[in-house]
């Protein structure tokens, strides 16, 4: 794992990784630098590893093993109950690749999720306007040949 930002702080971080686990690790990194209430679009083609860097995540905030965190494909989303610096942390990922209108998509309450101490992550939610304008960042993860892969974040402020 590389990581080639420039300091701790800053607004854009990018890593790149070589297999599954060292995304897993930089996910493990990334949950110290995403203070809550934090909504992200987790972007990037089907395989390049999102649902792996949350397994990271949910591990650093002792929200779940990464062995239990899987894909929210059908579920929609899944839940985890989390601690950062002491306090609760609510996790919450969602994968919205199968819902297809902005419609089926108010069925999941989002607004409701985001409470001041959610961290929301969200894959395809690039698919939908009124998520998109709710995101206060990004982490774009982009194959770069074999098990290469660039992991981009980008946080609003
Ligand atoms: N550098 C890497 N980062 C993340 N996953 C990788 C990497 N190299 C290989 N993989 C494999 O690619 C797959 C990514 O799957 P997954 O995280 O479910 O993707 P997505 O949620 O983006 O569809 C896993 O099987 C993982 O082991
Ligand atoms: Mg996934």
Known sequence: MTDTAPAAEGRIHEFKTESGADTVKVGRKLAALLKPPQLLLLRGDLGTGKT??????????DAAEPDEVTSPTFTLI????????????KLYHLDVYRLESERQLETLGLDELLTPNALVLVEWGEKFKSIKKRSTGEILITAEGGDTRKITVTLKD
Request: charge should be negative; glycine fraction near 14%.
């Open 52 to 61: 792996t860097l949350v397994k990271g995540i949910a591990q650093a905030l």
């Open 78 to 89: 899944h839940e985890y109950d989390g601690t950062r610096d002491g306090d609760p942390i």
